[in-house]
C-alpha cells in the first residue's frame, strides 16, 4: 500500500532554498509517477511539478526554472528543490502518486499529509 510521507517544510526566507523530500515504503514507487502540489490558505490545490517512473519532468510555469523535481527510486524518495522562494510560495506542500504522469499532475490515485512552508519576505 502506498504511504506517502512529505518532510523538509519550515519557515525560510525570501530568496533562499529549501528542499522538500516525500517517502515511500512500498515497493511500487519505482513504477508510480510522483508529483508536487500545494495550497494556499483560501485558495484551490495547485499542481507545481511532476516526475514520471522513467525520470520524465513536467513544471507548472509558476515555477519552471525556480523548483525541480527529481526521485531516488532505490531508497524510494521523491525531492522538490526549491530555489529562490518568494512569500507567495507560501503553502501546504503536499507529495502525491499516480499510474503515470498525467493522472499524477490532475488526479492522483495517493496523497501525502502535507509539509508547511512559509516564506518570509
Known amino acids: 500500500q502506498v504511504q506517502l510521507k512529505e518532510s523538509g517544510g519550515g519557515l525560510v526566507q525570501s530568496g533562499q532554498s529549501l528542499r522538500l523530500s516525500c517517502t515511500d515504503p512500498?515497493?511500487?514507487?519505482?513504477?508510480?509517477?510522483m508529483a508536487w502540489h500545494r495550497q494556499a490558505p483560501g485558495k484551490e490545490r495547485e499542481f507545481l511539478a511532476a516526475i514520471s517512473s522513467g525520470g520524465v519532468t513536467d513544471y507548472a510555469d509558476s515555477v519552471k526554472g525556480r523548483f525541480t523535481i527529481s526521485r531516488d527510486n532505490y531508497n524510494n524518495v521523491l525531492y522538490l528543490q526549491m530555489n529562490s522562494v518568494k512569500p507567495e510560495d507560501t503553502a501546504m506542500y503536499y507529495c502525491a502518486a499516480g499510474s503515470n504522469l498525467v493522472r499524477a499532475t490532475t488526479a492522483p490515485h495517493y496523497w501525502g499529509q502535507g509539509t508547511q512552508v512559509t516564506v518570509s519576505s
Open positions: 512500498a515497493t511500487a514507487f519505482s513504477i508510480l509517477a
